[in-house]
């Protein structure tokens, strides 16, 4: 599996334990961004990490393709697209939850006299 299609993967995994966590009458329709990912793992076959399958309530041992079946399943009977504030004003987040690309050292060498 590439790195990047693993890393939107667990982006994923994280928006959807929150997702599920809102009360099922306030929860907005499921994010249609989470096609991609789902869909890139769907036939992957490998072990998911033990962390991510706690996060989908998944036994030991589930598969990517496991988790992207349960991913796709409230995105299959959606009639609409929801807005992205639809989703992200519902969910509680914290700085913590960011996976933003962290700072990279900077070849300062051009800067050197």
Do not use: N
């Not at 929801?82 to 992200?88: E, G, I």
């Amino acid at each position: 599996m590439h790195p990047a299609a693993k890393l939107q993967f667990e982006r994923v995994v994280d928006e959807y334990a929150k997702w599920r966590a809102i009360a099922e009458k306030e929860r907005p329709p499921a994010p249609a961004w989470w096609w991609g990912p789902a869909l890139d793992v769907r036939e992957f076959a490998a072990a998911l990490p033990p962390s991510s399958c706690r996060r989908l309530g998944l036994p030991s041992g589930a598969t990517y393709a496991d988790a992207a079946e349960m991913l796709l399943g409230p995105l299959a009977g959606q009639t609409s697209v929801p807005w992205p504030h639809d989703f992200s004003r519902k969910v509680i987040s914290t700085d913590s939850d960011v996976r933003d690309l962290h700072p990279q050292p900077s070849d300062d060498s051009a800067f050197q006299a």
